[in-house]
Nanobody, 124 residues
Framework: QVQLVESGGGLVQAGGSMRLSCAAS????????MGWFRQAPGKEREFVAS????????LYANSVKGRFTISRDNAKNTVYLQMSSLKSEDSAVYYC?????????????????WGQGTQVTVSS
């Protein structure tokens, strides 16, 4: 079992930056592919970014490509999402997720573990 706890959300102005963190505990974090998803009110949860177990492979949603960067520090059991040039449409609850394989995935159902989410609000 893996427990995931997100932090770093809050209120930011459009054009600003914010970094989310996801701390993992439980099983060997370094064996897991990790991802970030988000869900805005009235919308389905959507893929944001994913990173492989070594960090050597990453995937991004087209809507965030070039603005967001996913990274991980296996020594700290933590995955990060650095967000820049934030837009109002980035406002959502952001969820960290882990999957019991080494690799990336854009598919929500391929993730086995989920955090409780952290709210990001971008004011225009």
């Amino acid at each position: 079992q893996v427990q995931l706890v997100e932090s770093g959300g809050g209120l930011v102005q459009a054009g600003g930056s914010m970094r989310l963190s996801c701390a993992a505990s439980g099983r060997t974090f370094s064996n897991y592919g990790m991802g970030w998803f988000r869900q805005a009110p009235g919308k389905e949860r959507e893929f944001v970014a994913s990173i492989s177990w070594t960090g050597g492979s990453t995937l991004y949603a087209n809507s965030v490509k070039g603005r967001f960067t996913i990274s991980r520090d296996n020594a700290k059991n933590t995955v990060y999402l650095q967000m820049s040039s934030l837009k109002s449409e980035d406002s959502a609850v952001y969820y960290c997720a882990g999957r019991s394989t080494y690799f990336t995935s854009t598919r929500l159902y391929e993730y086995d573990y989920w955090g409780q989410g952290t709210q990001v609000t971008v004011s225009s």
